[in-house]
């Protein structure tokens, strides 16, 4: 049985495999494969606003320290401020635990290398094998030889530095006045802290943490909130960061939420403009991606690249071909010249810059780009029969799609027990009452078989 999905591994409290002991024997399996042979190991354990995190981290903490491993703990705070944290403190892996957009009823593990980057495939892989096969009775270590934790102080500090290296000193971020929704999430303190040391104007919501209340109609997944803050505090922009903070979704100063397609569209057209790239350079994004930024995009000379959908496969594309930067709808960017990770608040200081620079309301930057019409069909699923029965529900789903003139893509989700089926199409060439048709068809065929 598959731990690991598209982004870490990810369930609901209390159920398998969230629970307090398997966290404890996941951490000896993890130490197993990622920490040092031969000499003592620094790992460091990061967490969101969960309740469940009081839960997660001191299990986390015994089996390293168990396993002889050194332990620093940092959190809450964002995700990418591992990225940071890792090497400054020249750790050997690091852990975060957190659901990311999910509620506060799940919580989740993600594992990173030293050099702050999500573990490849092969490495989890591993982490299962030891999971499920090794006999951890009988693994000994002399107990002078245990591990040890410490909370680190100023952890909040070095990232908030090494965000504000995102930022232009010869610009005056006084003149933008910002709605910030920190989800009640990880970046509660850090984000409102950093922009207003840049000297912004700032209204902040979503940062005041409960323990369950993270991502509760706010944030990145439910911007409505912070959009109607923008348009009654006449602000300039709206940034909406997710639970633990390595996705954004803006809001324009007209109260509109930007998908992510059209922030890349922004961004590809200002690097183009400053000459960080070039006519013909490749943009990366994931294959459910909205197919009118492959049409804007060729409009101004730049090429379209898609890859499965996870960041970390944007990454990866970046990293191999020596790509400037690429993203996904979701939220998620990621910049060659950055920390490699999705950072929502690194992302938002980018942006900042840009409307500085370019002396433009969001509203004004995203014109150029006209997105299809896009239908997301989610249907639960029995993992045991989909899998069993796999495909043929994508040979019937092919054989029902192919011939309408639509893009369309489909595949199991890697976190929740669903099919998601994402279908995009012009307005102008396909009738409501045909998409409805189509919908109740799949949804038919995906429940007939499990």
Do not use: W
Request: include cysteine; glycine fraction near 8%.
């Amino acid at each position: 049985m598959r731990l690991f999905g598209t982004d870490g591994i990810r369930g609901r409290v209390g159920s398998y495999p969230l629970t307090a002991e398997n966290v404890l024997k996941l951490a000896k399996a993890s130490a197993l494969v990622l920490g040092k042979k031969n000499s003592i190991s620094r790992v460091v354990i990061n967490k969101d606003t969960r309740l469940s995190g009081y839960i997660f981290e001191p299990a986390l903490t015994s089996g390293f320290i168990s396993m002889g491993i050194e332990v620093l703990l940092v959190g809450p705070l964002p995700t990418p401020a591992l990225t940071v944290l890792s090497k400054s403190l020249r750790a050997d892996f690091a852990v975060m635990i957190t659901a990311s957009h999910n509620p506060y009823q799940d919580n989740g593990l993600k594992f990173f290398s030293g050099q702050g980057i999500k573990i490849s495939p092969d490495e989890e892989n591993k982490i299962e094998d030891y999971f499920f096969n090794y006999d951890f009775d009988n693994f000994k270590i002399k107990q002078s030889n245990y591990g040890k934790a410490i909370r680190l102080k100023n952890a909040i500090g070095r990232y908030s530095e090494a965000l504000k290296q995102n930022a232009d000193k010869y610009l005056n971020y006084n003149q933008i006045k910002v709605t910030l929704d920190c989800a009640n999430g990880a970046s509660y303190k850090v984000a409102p802290e950093v922009l207003f040391e840049l000297g912004l104007d700032l209204q902040t919501i979503g940062n005041k943490p409960s323990g369950t209340n993270i991502n509760q109609n706010c944030g990145s997944l439910f911007p409505l909130k912070a959009s109607r803050i923008v348009r009654k505090k006449k602000c300039d922009i709206g940034i909406c960061l997710d639970g633990d903070g390595d996705r954004v979704t803006f809001i324009d100063e007209k109260g509109n939420s930007l998908c992510g397609e059209e922030i890349i569209y922004i961004f590809s057209k200002y690097y183009l403009s400053k000459k960080k790239i070039y006519r013909g350079s490749t943009i990366v994004t994931n294959e459910i991606a909205n197919h009118g930024l492959d049409i804007a995009l060729k409009k101004i000379g730049l090429k379209l690249k898609r890859v499965k959908v996870g960041d970390k496969n944007i990454l990866k594309e970046i990293t191999n071909n020596n790509y400037f930067f690429g993203g996904e709808p979701s939220g998620h960017f990621i910049f060659k010249d950055d920390s490699l990770i999705g950072d929502g608040m690194s992302t938002a200081i980018r942006l900042l810059t840009l409307m500085l620079k370019e002396n433009k309301r969001l509203s004004v930057l995203k014109k150029g780009i006209s997105l299809l019409g896009v239908m997301e069909i989610n249907q639960k699923i029995d993992r045991e029969k989909f899998y069993l029965y796999q495909e043929s529900i994508y040979q019937k789903l092919n054989k029902l799609l192919k011939n309408m003139d639509i893009y369309y893509n489909i595949r199991p989700s890697g976190t929740e027990p669903l099919l998601r089926v994402n279908l995009q199409y012009d307005k102008r060439n396909i009738k409501v009452i045909t998409l409805n048709k189509l919908k109740t068809q799949i949804v038919k065929i995906i429940s007939n078989a499990c």
